[in-house]
Antibody
Framework: EVQLVESGGGLVQPGRSLRLSCAAS????????MHWVRQAPGKGLEWVSG????????GYADSVKGRFTISRDNAKNSLYLQMNSLRAEDTALYYC?????????????WGQGTLVTVSS | QSALTQPASVSGSPGQSITISCTGT?????????VTWYQRHPGKAPKLVIY???KRPSGVSHRFSGSKSGNTASLTISGLQAEDEADYYC??????????FGGGTKVTVL
């Protein structure tokens, strides 16, 4: 069974940084691309970033490009999201998600999410 | 990166069929057979109900079906049941290693 467990969320001031982590189990992690998706309060789902199986391909939403960096450590079965220059509009529940393939194509499985609140 | 367009809400009576549309562009929905649909109940993680435009994962009811024509994808729920009341999101691969979601549709069972 695929398990994705996010951590690292919390309350952070505007302009500061935060690093999210996702621990994956139940599948061969380095066979699959991975994603971060968020949902702000009262809003819909928003894709944030994706990374291919070998980190060779990365994609970002325009809203986070230049501020967020996605990475992975296949030896640790872990996915990360480094979030810099955080803004109030980054406040959201952040989901770690697994792709269907090694490339960035489509999201099949989801974690339960970690909450990030950006506020002074 | 523009969000895919979905109706904000759709409603139907038990036993009826409803269809949710998802309109994109030739840069996403219209160019790739990679539309997915997710069901999301309050407080729960999204659940995949359709992938690759019209394929149903094992364990998902046959009452859920997907289709696509040009830049518009659709999710049909037949034999509507109370448990189908939820938010539904479409999603598509777009160009340059990006993915885009629709704004979501709230399905109400009357």
């Amino acid at each position: 069974e695929v398990q994705l467990v996010e951590s690292g969320g919390g309350l952070v001031q505007p302009g500061r940084s935060l690093r999210l982590s996702c621990a994956a189990s139940g599948f061969t992690f380095d066979d699959y691309a991975m994603h971060w998706v968020r949902q702000a309060p009262g809003k819909g789902l928003e894709w944030v970033s994706g990374i291919s199986w070998n980190s060779g391909r990365k994609g970002y939403a325009d809203s986070v490009k230049g501020r967020f960096t996605i990475s992975r450590d296949n030896a640790k079965n872990s996915l990360y999201l480094q979030m810099n220059s955080l803004r109030a509009e980054d406040t959201a529940l952040y989901y770690c998600a697994k792709d269907d393939s090694g490339g960035i194509t489509m999201i099949l499985d989801w974690g339960q999410g970690t909450l990030v609140t950006v506020s002074s | 990166q523009s969000a895919l367009t979905q109706p904000a809400s759709v409603s139907g009576s038990p036993g009826q069929s409803i269809t949710i549309s998802c309109t994109g562009t030739s840069n996403d929905v219209g160019s790739f057979n990679l539309v997915t649909w997710y069901q999301r109940h309050p407080g729960k993680a999204p659940k995949l109900v359709i992938y690759e435009d019209n394929k149903r994962p094992s364990g998902v009811s046959h009452r859920f079906s997907g289709s696509k024509s040009g830049n518009t994808a659709s999710l049909t729920i037949s034999g509507l049941q109370a448990e189908d009341e939820a938010d539904y999101y479409c999603c598509s691969y777009a160009r340059s290693y990006t993915v885009v979601f629709g704004g979501g549709t709230k399905v109400t069972v009357l």
